[in-house]
């Protein structure tokens, strides 16, 4: 058995003069790593640097770093290029995963005990246990308040969630618990339904639209007459700002004449501001829009 001089390995020759066991041994040459100092054997020339890996040539020419991983400290390679996009700043898509759990601590509307929460959909949290959201969603609502808001003053299960701050189907599964007639949030039988500034409106939208502009005092016109199409009236307009509620999109007639109004405003180059029923969940992002086009 004879030693192979490049790689050191034991082989068994077939002549008395082969010094190396393979062709591969016979033109190659053992080097040290230029990076990390350890012994590669590759083909002989003498001419180049000699690496015992891409990444030890990488790191060696600087087009790789070794760079830590912000969630686990892990010490990992990536191309020096990719970092000037904001790359490499975990070592897997766990580790990314992880680091957009975000946590933080809040109070407990109930019991006031501080716990951690989340902001995403699987860990957000509002009450600290379920024991203490259901006992947030048993709070009672008293009969005679409902009473004198529903059916005395009229206002509409949106509006009195508002003011007592509970989500409008609690309102309505109370109001359906105390056995009252539960109405349409939209017309009152062809009646007109008086708001905070006088003006006699046809439905509970148009009342909610018009004490929140009179709330926050802006000045509006109510049932304007459009000076281009005297046969047809915008439900408000402030200033150069025309403002259209449609309460009735499942009707097809009545999205038939939407239609043919969004035509005249178009051709008209007017400014128009459209609010839908869902768009009462929160009437400021409205107001905000209105804002916009007036300035």
């Known amino acids: 058995m004879s030693k192979c001089k490049t790689c050191e390995k034991e082989f068994k020759p077939t002549n008395g003069n082969q010094k190396y066991c393979c062709n591969k041994c016979k033109r190659s040459k053992t080097y040290l790593c230029k990076n990390c100092g350890d012994e590669t054997v590759q083909y002989k020339n003498d001419n180049r640097n000699h690496f015992c890996s891409l990444i030890c040539a990488g790191l060696y020419s600087g087009r790789t770093t070794i760079i830590k991983c912000k969630n686990c400290d892990k010490k990992f390679t990536k191309k020096t290029s990719a970092l000037k996009y904001g790359y490499g700043k975990f070592c897997s898509k766990e580790c990314h995963n992880k680091s957009m759990e975000i946590h933080f601590k809040i109070n407990c509307p109930q019991c006031g005990n501080e716990f951690e929460t989340g902001n995403n959909v699987v860990d957000k949290r509002k009450y600290c246990s379920k024991e203490c959201m259901k006992l947030a969603y048993r709070l009672p609502i008293e009969k005679q308040l409902l009473l004198d808001m529903y059916i005395e003053q009229e206002l509409t299960s949106r509006e009195i ?5 509970r989500d409008k189907k609690v309102v309505i599964d109370y109001l359906r618990y105390y056995e009252i007639k539960v109405r349409p949030d939209g017309f009152k039988n062809r009646e007109r339904i008086k708001c905070k500034d006088g003006h006699m409106v046809r439905s509970y939208y148009e009342r ?74 929160d009437l400021k992002i409205k107001l905000e829009e209105l804002k916009r086009l007036i300035s």
């Open 161 to 165: 969630g508002e003011v007592i701050q």
């Open 208 to 281: 909610a639209f018009d004490n929140y502009l009179y709330k926050e005092g802006i000045e509006h016109e109510y049932d304007y007459r459009l000076p281009f199409e005297k046969r047809s009236m915008c439900d408000f307009k402030v200033q150069d700002v025309y403002i259209e509620i449609w309460g009735m999109m499942s009707w097809e007639k009545y999205r038939d004449g939407r239609n043919r109004k969004l035509k005249l405003y178009q051709e008209n180059n007017c400014k128009l501001l459209e609010i839908f029923p869902e768009d009462f969940k």
